[in-house]
């Protein structure tokens, strides 16, 4: 994927349940690890940002 789908992606499913997450991820990873765990740490990431609000 490119950083803008990355992007898109964890844009989506942040607000979805945390069971979601981890089922789009896991599918995704069965994919591409390298994405799976670029979402992740978008995912991340976007947390600690909201955290620090």
């Given at each position: 994927?490119?950083?803008d789908q990355i992007k898109?992606?964890?844009e989506e499913i942040a607000s979805w349940s945390?069971?979601?997450r981890r089922?789009?991820?896991a599918n995704l990873a069965m994919h591409s690890?390298?994405?799976a765990?670029?979402?992740k740490e978008g995912l991340k990431a976007?947390?600690?940002q909201r955290k620090q609000r």
């Open positions: 994927m490119t950083p898109d992606v964890i945390l069971e979601e089922a789009y991820i690890a390298e994405d765990e670029k979402v976007m947390w600690e």
